[in-house]
């Protein structure tokens, strides 16, 4: 079945970088967009980014656009987030979501997630 | 962004009993390619969102057949009928007809 797990989430400082990592397993990976999406403590859900199944369209929500970058390894079935000048605000648990093939933005299964943490 | 709001955000409810939640968009989430891209995710204390209804109204797999959503437009419902103790958590629906996808704040159910 579907297995995705994340890693890469720690506590770093304002202003530095992190970058996350996605590992899918259980479906032809290479056949799916992917998206981030995060969770602040206590709070809703937020979208982060999305990668075409081929990589070569990306989109991101405004907040995270210039700062962020998601990429993928279609050969090692592998999703990044690259985060690059964080802020306190960015403290959430990162979740690595499949894109389905039931039509837009089909966020069908999600990971454990990672937690990052921006605190100085 | 399209802002979706639901209510109520606390549901308190009896085992056996039915549950109803309500989510409003800001704009229409009939896409061009004529579907509606409106789900629902439950998610449980502790565990990852797991979406239970998917373009208005199909469920996922595995999912119970007392769980159900209809709607269209900016008005939608997920109805839950015999609540069971399972399904206890916070219920976000979710548009995917405009990027960014956004959720609504959640509603969490719990029984009396």
């Known amino acids: 079945q579907v297995h995705l797990v994340e890693s890469g989430g720690g506590v770093v400082q304002p202003g530095r970088s992190l970058r996350l990592s996605c590992a899918a397993s259980?479906?032809?990976?290479?056949?799916?967009?992917m998206h981030w999406v995060r969770q602040a403590p206590g709070n809703g859900l937020e979208s982060v980014a999305v990668?075409?199944?081929?990589?070569?369209?990306?989109y991101y929500a405004d907040s995270m656009k210039g700062r962020f970058t998601i990429s993928r390894d279609n050969s090692r079935n592998t999703l990044d987030l690259q985060m690059d000048s964080l802020k306190a605000e960015d403290t959430a648990l990162y979740y690595c979501?499949?894109?389905?093939?039931?039509?837009?933005?089909?966020?069908?299964?999600w990971g454990q997630g990672t937690l990052v943490t921006v605190s100085s | 962004d399209v802002v979706m709001t639901q209510s109520p955000l606390s549901l308190p409810v009896t085992l056996g009993q039915s549950a109803s939640i309500s989510c409003r968009s800001s704009q229409n989430l009939v896409h061009s390619d004529g579907n509606t891209y409106l789900n629902w995710f439950q998610q449980r204390p502790g565990q990852s969102p797991r979406r239970l209804i998917y373009k208005v109204s199909n469920r996922d797999s595995g999912v119970p057949d007392r769980f159900s959503g209809g709607g269209s437009g900016t008005e939608f419902t997920l109805k839950i009928s015999r609540v069971e103790a399972e399904d206890v958590g916070v219920y976000y629906c979710m548009q995917g007809a405009h990027w960014p996808p956004t959720f609504g704040q959640g509603t969490k159910v719990e029984i009396k």
């Open positions: 259980g479906f032809i990976f290479s056949r799916f967009g």
């Open positions: 990668v075409s199944h081929d990589g070569n369209e990306k």
């Open positions: 979501v499949r894109d389905g093939q039931k039509g837009y933005n089909d966020l069908d299964f």
